[in-house]
């Protein structure tokens, strides 16, 4: 067993507390972030002159032989290592010797590794960053090509008035956009630099914090050395994001699952992304949507399981912090996947214009806009709710729409009703008469605002 603190002991861990106490088989992920804050601590440490430059070379380039390795396959991140950083160093020594040994000096795997955690969130915050906007892309192209596509807009899972398909996508393009800004903010929140908060009280080299940190592309140092070993703020305010990204899809997910049914029809999803059945040769399931709905769930547990694992630690480092990275790799691996898929899944349906018009034109989704017609014609509103309520009763009765009702019957109701009340309850003047901000009427302007959005992001 390669471990970097045999010293102070006389006997051999246990075979099993090893492999409990071990954690190369996870982090070996941090692998590139770990070199990558290697080569910058040498950077400074050299310069303050604690290596000299022969000895900050020799480690670079040992350092880089074994990234050039591990890429090539020749050196695998495997074996009787503790962790990721034991695995670099045992091998940077057994590659460079004494040299090699130095490597360490004014740092502790304390702060290594939580610099290591937030090299890796960063870039990953970067990667969800670009999954989003493709997202964010695939809707806008939806809202762009359907601000005339008219479908009942839902309250209880009940018809409640008509919209269009465009405007129903633009509530998910400002979850998503939310989304966005929120982990745009977590990012940057979160760039500061802990390395050289040693194992929790600084050190007695002379580091220069600023330097490295500057080197690794952080805004600064960290403030207190420990809080720098022992924050994990940000990761729990990254699962919170990943979790609310998973809600958003898991939302979307579940109208597609409905819109796809049998009874709806508002969209066919494509055979690439949807399953059959071994048993029912009629079925094409919407199972990539019934995924995304399920996976969300283990992110939420990631979330809630490290925010119980923080919960009860005492300053600074303990070694529970060790099991913050399994679920945060999975959150991230699951999240990422899932927007993804939502994106292809968007782009490559198909959907049903007529079948999303009829429905609209069904259910009595315009009650409301025939209500407002009357208050146009100087009925008072709770007045104009009344009388559309019992022409509503006439046509459930008759098992016809208010379009369909012969204006005899609007006017025994009510004298105000003229032949005009038919233009004014179609599906488009509903949706055009819609001209609030944020509503149906005007969605060219919202699709321009967020057009300008996605331009201004790089
Ligand atoms: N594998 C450890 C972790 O993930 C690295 C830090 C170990 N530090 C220590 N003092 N044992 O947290």
Same mark, same amino acid.
């Given at each position: 067993m390669a471990q970097l603190w045999g010293g102070r002991f006389t006997k051999e861990t246990d075979a099993l507390v090893y492999q409990f106490n071990q954690s190369l088989l996870f982090d070996r992920r941090l692998f590139e972030q770990d070199v990558r804050g290697s080569k910058a601590h040498v950077r400074m440490l050299a310069k303050q002159g604690i290596l000299t430059a022969a000895e900050r070379d020799r480690i670079l380039m040992g350092l880089a032989s074994i990234e050039r390795d591990v890429e090539s396959g &020749? +050196?695998? &991140?495997? @074996?009787?290592?503790?962790?990721i950083h034991s695995f670099v160093e045992a091998n940077l020594i057994e590659r $460079? =010797?004494?040299? @090699?040994?130095?490597?360490? %000096? !004014?740092?502790?795997r304390n702060d290594q590794v939580a610099l290591d955690m937030r090299l890796y969130i960063r870039d990953e915050a970067d990667a969800v960053k670009d999954l989003l906007k493709e997202l964010l892309e695939a809707i806008l192209s939806i809202m762009s090509g359907n601000t005339e596509t008219y479908m009942p807009g839902f309250t209880h899972l009940q018809k409640a008035q008509p919209v269009t398909l465009a405007h129903h996508f633009g509530a998910y393009f400002e979850m998503f956009k939310r989304d966005l800004e929120r982990v745009l903010s977590i990012r940057e929140r979160m760039n $500061?630099?802990? +390395? =050289?908060s040693g194992a929790l009280a @600084? %050190? %007695?080299?002379?580091?220069?914090r600023e330097y490295t940190a500057e080197l690794l592309l952080f805004d600064r140092a960290c403030e207190n050395s420990m809080d720098g070993v022992s924050d994990r703020d940000y990761l729990i305010e990254f699962l919170g994001a990943l979790s609310i990204i998973m809600m958003h899809l898991s939302r979307l997910s579940e109208e597609i699952i409905i819109w796809n049914s049998n009874e709806y029809r508002f969209v066919e999803l494509d055979d690439t992304y949807a399953t059959g059945s071994s048993i029912m040769p009629q079925k094409k399931n919407p199972d990539i949507a019934e995924l995304i709905r399920g996976k969300t769930g283990r992110v939420y547990g990631a979330s809630a399981c490290l925010l119980v694992t923080m919960? !009860?630690?005492?300053?600074?480092?303990?070694?529970?912090?060790?099991?913050?990275?399994e679920l945060t790799f999975d959150a991230i691996d699951t999240t990422k996947g899932c927007i993804h898929l939502m994106g292809g899944m968007l782009k490559s349906a198909v959907f049903n214009r007529e079948r999303m018009a009829e429905s609209a034109g069904k259910?009595?989704?315009?009650a409301t806009d025939a209500a407002d017609y009357l208050v146009r014609k100087g009925v008072p509103f709770r007045d104009a709710h009344g009388i559309i309520g019992r022409l509503v009763l006439l046509c459930i009765e008759r098992n016809c729409s208010l379009d369909e009702l012969p204006l005899a019957d609007y006017r025994r109701e009510c004298?105000?009703?003229?032949?005009?009340i038919y233009g004014a309850i179609s599906l488009k003047a509903c949706v055009e008469r819609?001209? %609030?901000? =944020? &509503?149906? @009427?005007?969605m060219d302007e919202e699709i321009k605002r967020a057009r300008a959005f996605l331009d201004q992001m790089m």
């Open positions: &020749a +050196l695998k &991140a495997e @074996g009787e290592y503790e962790d $460079i =010797g004494d040299a @090699g040994k130095k490597l360490h %000096t !004014g740092r502790s $500061i630099c802990p +390395l =050289g @600084g %050190t %007695t080299y002379p580091l220069d919960k !009860g630690l005492p300053l600074a480092y303990d070694k529970d912090m060790q099991e913050d990275k259910g009595f989704a315009n004298q105000a009703f003229e032949e005009d819609r001209m %609030t901000k =944020g &509503a149906p @009427g005007v």
